[in-house]
């Protein structure tokens, strides 16, 4: 059974600076989707970014990137230039291939933003 | 777009009522949409996989008959929670997936926040 470790469970980081938050996760898949959620306080789930395995090259989206590492089985969370709106819940998420195919998530990281 | 709705958003039900709550998909058709629950300050637990047309799949540990899903159109899929007592209250997500350019992707609902009294 595939499952995802995320083993912060708060981070805290000021205003303007960078944060990485940490996923590991366990499969015998070679074919998979790697997602990142934000769970604002209004608790709607956001895709904030997301990894197909079969891509070498990390993904990024504006001030978010990750750091994908498929043999190390690791997928962590850079977030830049860190803003008071990027303070929630943040879920990592393993999917495989397929219409059906469920989300697993981590536990989650609280991320605490601060002045 | 892709929007998915939940209603109520917000229900406070008496212990041994039964409780619908319905998924939308407002802009897309969605063959496949998923239940979740989640407690407070805990992460999303799926509970079922729902598909149009056909009988719903259960988690393991998770009573079907306690907990009724219906697929009935491309864009409704309805979780009705029966005989609800206080353990039941938590805060139920839903999401459904859309084809896209680069695979499936699920889109969520708000969530509907369930307290059993």
């Known amino acids: 059974a595939q499952t995802v470790t995320q083993s912060q469970p708060e981070m805290s980081v000021q205003e303007a600076e960078t944060v990485t938050l940490s996923c590991t996760y366990d499969?015998?898949?070679?074919?998979?989707?790697l997602f990142w959620y934000k769970q604002p306080p209004s608790r709607q789930m956001i895709l904030v970014i997301r990894?197909?395995?079969?891509?070498?090259q990390n993904a990024t989206e504006n001030r978010f990137s990750v750091n994908f590492q498929k043999a190390a089985k690791s997928f962590s969370l850079k977030i830049s230039d860190s803003q008071l709106g990027d303070a929630a819940m943040y879920f990592c998420a393993y999917r495989l291939t397929g219409t059906a195919s469920k989300l697993t998530f981590g536990t989650g990281t609280r991320l605490q933003v601060t002045l | 777009g892709a929007v998915v709705s939940q209603h109520p958003s917000r229900v406070i039900c008496k212990s041994g009522t039964s409780v619908k709550i319905e998924c939308r998909s407002l802009?897309?058709?969605?063959?496949?949409m998923f239940w979740y629950r989640q407690f407070p300050k805990k992460s999303l637990m799926l509970m079922a996989t729902s598909n149009e047309g056909s009988k719903a799949t259960y988690e393991q540990g998770v009573e079907k008959d306690k907990f009724l899903i219906n697929h009935a159109s491309l864009t409704l899929s309805t979780l009705t929670v029966t005989s609800a007592h206080p353990e039941d209250s938590s805060f139920y997500i839903c999401s459904a997936s859309k084809a896209g350019a680069g695979g499936y992707e699920q889109f969520f609902g708000p969530g509907t926040r369930l307290t059993v009294l």
């Open positions: 802009d897309f058709q969605a063959t496949t």
């Open positions: 990894q197909e395995a079969y891509k070498q």
């Open positions: 499969t015998s898949e070679s074919d998979y989707y």
